[in-house]
């Protein structure tokens, strides 16, 4: 499975650790920058990660800057994208099972490494229930 991510400069060094993680479970990584601690703009990171999730050129996405809320507003900007704000494991379980959330987000500033990997591998592990789910889902796609 390939797992696309993107920061802007609040989560360089999460997203270094995240990448090792995923690496060595075995995942795919693309990695869509920032590389760099200048200062930059999270919205342009949250489009290349959602880009790379609808033209499937990964899978899934991670999306990181230093509270996670402005690049989660920035990948719920393209259409198709599910992008969920987490920071426990339970709400990563959840929105893979309730919501088919497609692009995970998080905040740099908010949480350790440590957490982040428990709450992507969860995010990972957890499977879609569909069911009575899916048409949910599926009214989030009418805008
Ligand atoms: C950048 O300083 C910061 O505003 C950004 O990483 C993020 O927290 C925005 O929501």
Known sequence: MKIAIGNDHGGVQLKQALKTHLIAKGYEVLDLGTNS???????????????AVINQAADLGIALCGTGIGISIACNKVKGIRAALCHDVFSAQATRE???SNVLCMGARVIGDGLACMIVDTWLDAIYQGGRYAQRVALLEKG
């Open 37 to 51: 601690v200048a200062s930059t703009d999270y919205p342009i990171y949250g489009q290349k990660v959602s880009e």
């Open 98 to 100: 309730h919501n088919d």
